[in-house]
């Protein structure tokens, strides 16, 4: 089974986006797929499908067809599970075996799922260390994308979560805005992103001190866009 061997989600970066020529970004929403072909860092190509079989089809043997590119999946859809955990603070080799152990014990039905350490959590010394785990359910959808994927003649850059890259996204800005050093996470209140796509509707993000705190995505009408 592809699911069962195929990478971990990861976290894009998007404000680090890869200095590679020629991009793409797949977005895969409950309401419909968007593809986005860059060159450096403009977009060139904006192409909608509504969420069906056959669209999904038409987009990969599109992505067959394509030359080389570094192409990235971001998954914006209601079913992703997001969750705080507490672990002991331990040695760098034994927190990674233990964060592992508590992410597949929070979730064991699917193998798309990451940590990431929270950002107040990287100040000073604590006897446990905040975590944010996050993951996206095994069903039928993911399955065919990445049955479709994993055959593409080019690398996939990595399926990532976009309330995760939003969120990092905003938090940069917002240190960039308080005159902070990049690398460095001071605490700046709460901060609400609110943005539509027509993949999936109104997608709100609350971040608080720079970490994701709360994320929701509601659905609009098909005509009120």
Request: net charge positive; charged share 30%; no cysteine.
């Amino acid at each position: 089974m592809r699911l069962a061997t195929f990478p971990r989600l990861s976290r894009i970066a998007l404000a680090q986006f890869s200095p590679q020529p020629r991009k793409a970004v797949l977005v895969i929403g409950d309401s419909g797929y968007r593809l986005l072909l860059l060159r450096g860092r403009t977009i060139v190509e904006s192409h909608l499908w509504p969420r069906d079989g056959e669209s999904r089809d038409r987009i990969l043997d599109y992505l067959h067809r394509l030359d080389s590119h570094h192409l990235t999946v971001l998954v914006d859809s209601m079913e992703q599970t997001y969750r705080r955990e507490e672990i002991p603070a331990a040695s760098m080799i034994d927190r990674r075996r233990i964060v592992d152990r508590r992410l597949d014990i929070a979730f064991p039905a699917t193998p798309l799922k990451l940590a990431l350490r929270l950002a107040q959590e990287r100040k000073g010394k604590s006897d446990h260390e905040r975590y944010l785990f996050a993951s996206l359910p095994d069903n039928e959808e993911i399955r065919a994308w990445i049955d479709g994927l994993y055959d593409l003649d080019y690398p996939l850059g990595g399926i990532g979560l976009l309330p995760l890259e939003v969120a990092a996204r905003a938090a940069g800005l917002q240190r960039l805005m308080n005159g902070q050093d990049a690398g460095k996470a001071r605490a700046s209140g709460w901060t609400l992103v609110v943005g539509r796509e027509q993949t999936g509707g109104i997608r709100q993000i609350v971040l608080h001190d720079n970490d994701l705190a709360l994320t929701r995505l509601a659905t609009t009408p098909a005509d009120d866009l």
